[in-house]
């Protein structure tokens, strides 16, 4: 069990201002990956608990719309200096549940601060419009105000980057939020309720609630003063909130799965395309949405890109999280494991070579070993489907055409990765490929200065950039008569 004294534990829901059990008194045990123990438990909220948390953050979005944009812009740089002020604690927790390097946790909450600093500046520039007017007698005013209350529900593989995805860019518009973290990660998304507590935000502006994803998914999207509602997840989750949300025609943006493709030419600079290719792939053990999913790499270097790849990845230290020397940590779950192992077997019975790799690892529990799979064909199903682990499956190609073709030969559309040394074709590429974040390359290039977010079945919306904080905004356009000529 974690050590109760830790500063950013919460075994509590962060409801109104306040900590609070569920109502039934039911509890969710919450499990390190890397051992399989119970670090504690959370509250098993249901749809009682998100309709108390829903009128909460309406009674202080009424505050927060009123609030000036500095005012905002300084709470949230608050939150922002104690997010790095205690990212060492945020780190351990984190890992502790999620199961990912101490180093990456570390690098997740650099990140998470970077969003809310680059929002808490996005908040003093929300302009509206003076349009020419075709009439003399009439002015045309576009103004811009929050939607209203945000429903956020976020996933277990980057607990606390994407609620600060959410959470920063909803208050900076003048919004309030009610986030349901995943039941697995619940402990970093429980700390940012005691960051904003300290940080002075009003009660209600954030409330932050475990339990039943279903039943407090529904409420977030059936509720009427729920006026959007923002996910990050697998497709099919998306869908069916998407479907939800429909009935009561709710502002929506979607971070859904990916399929990402990284593609090798014969000009590429190997040196940098194999460390691009180790960060893309492996980071968080493959657990991320833009992780690489399938590597092209050309006819007349494949041979000598998969030796290097192979050697690489064979030689990644796999362990516990928690210890500075490890690498590769253990995937989320055991359902995790089985879905690896599904696919890398389907791969060898198809014809495919696993270079290293391909079982679990010796360590026991849902360790697997960093795996690569050469002679990948488009029958195999890691083609279309998402991977979500440390296997690199290596196909070959011959043209431009043909590895375009191959790459955007899915109803996914996040991330893609391209090394080239000639500048048309990376123009070429970039123009080419149906994605909606490429890096040329660059192997890790989300940052919040720039919009993130997919295409196709990838999703909708942006997170981060200038665009970042206009899913949370409402325009008005208003025409004013009878001035005189």
């Known amino acids: ?32 990956p890397a051992n399989g123990q119970v670090i504690g438990t959370v509250p098993k909220c249901g749809r009682a608990e ?12 009424l505050g927060l719309r009123k609030m000036t ?17 205690h990212r060492d604690s945020l780190a351990q927790l984190l890992t502790m549940e999620q199961g990912k390097p101490l180093s990456e946790a570390r690098g997740e909450v650099t990140g998470s601060a970077g969003y809310v600093r680059w929002f808490a500046e996005e908040a003093r520039r929300v302009y509206g419009d003076v349009v020419p007017s075709p009439i003399a007698s009439r002015r045309i005013l576009v103004i811009k105000e929050p939607v209203g209350v945000v429903g956020a529900i976020t996933p277990w593989n980057f607990p606390s980057s994407m609620i600060a995805r959410k959470l920063a860019p909803a208050i900076a518009a ?29 009660a209600g502006a954030v409330n932050i609630l475990t339990g039943d994803s279903s039943e407090i998914g529904k409420e977030l999207c059936e509720h009427p003063l729920v006026r959007k509602i923002t996910f990050t997840g697998s497709t099919r989750v998306g869908k069916i909130l998407l479907q939800q949300a429909a009935v009561g025609v709710k502002k929506v943006s979607m971070e859904l799965g990916g399929n990402a493709p990284f593609i090798v030419f014969e000009d590429a600079d190997l040196e940098k ?19 690489t999913n399938r590597f092209y790499v050309a006819d007349v270097i494949h041979d000598q890109f998969v030796e290097r790849l192979t050697a690489l990845s064979a030689a990644m230290p796999v362990g516990d999280g928690a210890k500075e020397e490890t690498v590769v940590g253990p995937l989320i779950n055991q359902a995790a494991l089985g879905k690896v192992e599904e696919l890398v077997a389907d791969a060898v019975e198809k014809g495919g070579r696993v270079t ?80 909606g974040l490429i890096g040329i390359n660059e192997g890790v290039i989300a940052t919040p200065e720039a919009p993130f977010g997919g295409l196709k079945q990838s999703g909708l919306g942006k997170e981060g950039g200038h665009q970042g904080i206009a899913d949370y905004l409402d325009e008005k356009y208003i025409a004013i008569g009878g001035l005189g000529v």
């Open 1 to 32: 069990m974690l050590d109760n004294r830790h500063p950013l534990l919460r075994e509590t829901c962060f409801i109104a201002g306040s900590w609070t059990g569920a109502d039934s008194g039911e509890t969710i045990d919450v499990i390190n």
């Open 356 to 435: 290293t790799g391909g079982k679990r690892h010796a360590l026991g529990g849902t360790f697997y070993e960093p795996t690569v799979i050469t002679d990948a064909r488009r029958d195999m199903r890691f083609t279309t489907e998402e991977i979500f682990g440390p296997v690199a499956p290596v196909y070959r190609f011959s043209s431009e055409d043909e590895v375009i073709a191959m790459a955007n030969a899915t109803d996914f559309g996040l991330a893609a990765f391209v090394y080239t040394a000639d500048l048309g074709r990376a123009f070429r590429m970039m123009e080419g490929l149906k994605y």
């Open 69 to 85: 944009a500095l005012k905002r812009a300084d709470m949230l740089m608050r939150l922002h200096d104690l997010v790095l002020e």
């Open 273 to 291: 395309a194999l460390a691009g290719a180790m960060a893309a792939k492996f980071r968080n053990a493959g657990q991320t949405c833009v992780c």
């Open 174 to 202: 003048g919004c309030a939020i009610v986030i349901k973290p995943a039941e697995f990660t619940p402990y970093s998304g429980l700390a940012w309720g005691i960051l904003c507590e300290k940080a002075g935000f009003p």
């Open 50 to 61: 998100t309709r108390r948390a829903i009128e909460a953050a309406q009674d202080a979005y």
